[in-house]
Each structure stands twice: as C-alpha cells, then as structure tokens.
C-alpha cells in the first residue's frame, strides 16, 4: 500500500508519514464514541481517493510540509469570478476535480441562502402569477452578482417559498447538491418561518425541513444531514426564547437530527446581551451553539459577552483579530472554539477586502481550529470544492493540507449519537490497518 502511494502521490505520501498521526480514532473510541461512524467512513473515503481517484496530475505543486507559521498570501488574489470561455471552464473543472472528490464536511449552510439557480428557476415556474422585476436576470447572473443584485436574491428567495411544498422541495434540492459536491456531512441552519397566506406555522416549517432530510436518507444520499434551528437577533429577545423552546422540543424528538442552534440575522440590529439568556436556556437543555460573532467591526464589548457563554463554534468572527486589544483572540484560544469561515460570502458582502487579507490566514497560522463553510452557496454563486479550492490558492496550500483541513473539520461537527455497530466496527478496524499502511 505505502509503496503504491509513494509512487503515485509521494508528496502526499511522504507528508502522511512525516507528520500525520496513524490514526486518531481509536482514543475517540475507547473515550466518548464521538463520531466514530463518520469517521470510519471518512478515513476510508480518504485512503481511497488518495488511492486510486486522483492522478498524478493532481499532485500539490507547493512544497511538502510547509509549516504553517510560513503561511503566505497571494497578493491581490479574488475568487474565481467568472472565466470566460469553454477551455477556461473545463479548465477550472479540472483544477476543482480534486476538491470536488475530497470528502468534505459543511457546518454553515443557510437553507435559503443555498438555493441554487436551477431550484429558483423551478420554484418561478410554479408561480406564473408572481411577477418579480428583473428576477430572471439576477438569478442568471450568478457569480456577477453585484452585492445588491445578492440582497435581491434573498428578496426574490423570500417570495418563491412560502408554502410547505416549496421547502420541502428546497430542502432536497440543496441536499442532493451538497452530496454531488463531495460534502459528506452537512449542518443546514434555517429560521423557522411563519406564513399566513398558506397557513404555514413556524412548526410546519421545521417539520417539512426534517422531511426533506428524512427523504434523502431513504433515497439514500451518501450525505449525514443535520439541522440548527435559527434564531435571527432582528426579531428579538421575545421571539429568540419561543425558537430556544421549539429547538428544544425537536432536539428531544428527532433522534440527533436537530442538533443545536444558530444566532445570525443583521449584526447592527439589538445587542448580544439581549438574547443572552435564551441562548443560554439553550446550553442547558443540550442545544449546540454557533454564533455569527464580530462580523463587523466594533463590537468587542458584545463578542466578548457572547464568548462568556461559550459558544461551541463561531460563525465568520471577521474581526475577532483585528480588534484593539488581544482580549478577543485569547478567549476565543483559550477555549479552542473553532470558527467556520467563508471567504466568498465575505468578499461579497465586503467584509473582507481581498483572498489575501482574509482572516483564515490569520487563524491557520496560530493552528487554531478553523473549517471552511459556503454561508449561502446559492446566493453567492459557490460551492464548498470551490471554497476549497479558493483558499488553497490563495494561501499556497498543499493538496495534502488542504486534506488534513477537510479531515480535522470532523473533530467540530455537533452529531454525537451516531451508534456503535458491529459492522461499523469491522469497518474501523479495516480501516485502521490501512491507514497504518499507509502512513506507517
Ligand atoms: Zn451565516
């Protein structure tokens, strides 16, 4: 095995053995089960793919092993903004191959920001009556979108699904596209919503969501799918603690679907303290909580009261390190809370100015826990292989680094009632000898 790898992928051969630990989980194991079954099947899909999937071609042209602390930018990089032509685009196809085929984790997927063109388009075709200016243009625009033409996305979003049927359907279509993109595991995040004009409560609403993920998993989608239920700070504290109370009731009746909870909405409006104690009330029945924190700058005094809580993970934290003091950065260190970054949502909605100044390389270079997410793929014209691909040329990472990145990103997931079978177990086992192979 180890001498099939050398020679296909020595890079990716030699950085396994140098630095890379056999295999982690078989500590999770005999400690908590965390995991284990997705592991399994990770680090399986992993041996094989650098295995047999990805040619020579695909080897990291950087060199191997470079530390992190050595981390460059490329100045002035952008995001894949569009290329013109069909060469260029089989050309970016070939370069996405690899990203596409690594098996990737999601943790910050908005249901509706997620909906992709192709779902719009069908969701429109329903909707003969509603007339929506200029609709068809933004949504064939894809990644020109201006930053207002994306805000019209979500607008025209809103209109397209307002009844059950229109969520269940978003709900599939944004699931079997995370699967085609190589995402193993998913966390969708969506705030229930109410609708009068088709007698849609708020419950309805979550219900239908876990039937779109119940349904994929009888059609059997090779993706594990997992929900957190919103709560968006612009409708308050008030509402904030009937969400909590909803969460609550499904993280008891969904065996593990409903997982935690997500705070996001418009970062200007209210003040964290405020939902301090929903969030809270959250933590102690069990709810996971990830946070969109500092995605705008000064608001040190409002992170720093929500980072007492502690959150489990923290959405983009544009300006955790950027701030006055360190104070952010060492609470935030201190208790090892990864943070989910997204780097087209951010140049888009010009929170960061450019690739190369993008907080990722801030965070990776201390070896901070990071993983890279999508935000609202749909809605920004992205995918995670591309998010993948964006920040391995932006910060000149190796392919195996952007792996180890991919892998590590297991150890943040909020799923934690995965179950102990025998068959899994002969997997694992199966798997670990490989992996000694390989990397030993
Ligand atoms: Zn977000």
Avoid at 398 to 409: A, G, H, I, K, V
């Amino acid at each position: 095995m180890k001498w099939l790898l050398s020679l296909t992928y020595p890079e990716v051969a030699a950085d396994l053995s140098s630095r890379r630990p056999v295999c982690r989980a078989p500590l999770r194991l005999a400690s908590t089960c965390r995991c284990w079954s997705t592991e399994v099947r990770w680090r399986w899909t992993s041996c094989r793919l650098l295995n047999s999937n990805v040619g020579p071609a695909a080897l990291p042209a950087a060199p191997v092993g470079a530390e992190r602390a050595r981390l460059p930018g490329r100045a002035g990089a952008e995001p894949p903004w569009p290329s013109s032509g069909t060469v260029m685009a089989a050309e970016r196809e070939r370069q996405l191959c690899f990203y596409r085929q690594l098996p990737k984790v999601e943790l910050h997927a908005h249901l509706n920001g997620c909906i992709s063109s192709a779902t719009m388009k069908k969701l429109m075709a329903q909707k003969p009556d509603l007339q929506i200016q200029n609709g068809m243009t933004v949504i064939d625009k894809g990644k020109k979108r201006t930053l207002e033409e994306c805000f019209q996305m979500f607008q025209i979003i809103y209109q397209i699904t307002t009844r059950t049927e229109d969520i269940l359907l978003i709900t599939k279509d944004v699931i079997k596209e995370f699967a085609d993109d190589g995402v193993r595991y998913l966390e969708l995040r969506s705030t229930p919503r109410e609708e009068e004009s088709t007698g849609m409560t708020k419950r309805m609403y979550v219900e239908t969501v876990l039937e779109g993920i119940k349904e994929c998993k009888e059609e059997g989608l090779d993706i594990d799918v997992r929900l957190l239920i919103a709560i968006n700070r612009r409708c308050g504290p008030a509402v904030a603690k009937q969400t909590v109370k909803l969460a609550e009731e499904f993280l008891l009746s969904t065996d593990g679907v409903v997982v935690g909870l997500d705070f996001s909405g418009d970062p200007t409006a209210g003040h964290g303290k405020d939902f301090l104690e929903p969030l809270l009330e959250a933590k102690k029945a069990g709810l996971k909580l990830a946070l969109h924190l500092s995605e705008i700058p000064n608001q040190e005094e409002e992170t720093k009261i929500l980072l007492g809580l502690p959150p489990d993970r923290i959405g983009h934290g544009t300006f955790l390190n950027s701030a006055d003091s360190e104070e952010l950065v060492l609470l935030v260190r201190q208790n090892q809370i990864p943070i989910e970054l997204c780097m087209t949502s951010n140049i888009k909605t010009q929170t960061v100015p450019s690739c190369d100044k993008h907080h990722f390389g801030y965070w990776y270079n201390i070896g901070h826990p990071t993983v890279l997410c999508t935000d609202d793929k749909g809605v920004f014209a992205t995918d995670l292989s591309q998010e993948y691909e964006l920040v391995a040329k932006t910060f000149n990472l190796t392919r195996s680094q952007m792996w180890d990145l991919s892998y590590d990103s297991i150890n943040y997931i909020f799923a934690s009632n995965l179950k102990l079978s025998e068959d899994g177990l002969h997997s694992f086992l199966d798997c670990c000898s490989m992996c000694i192979l390989v990397s030993g």
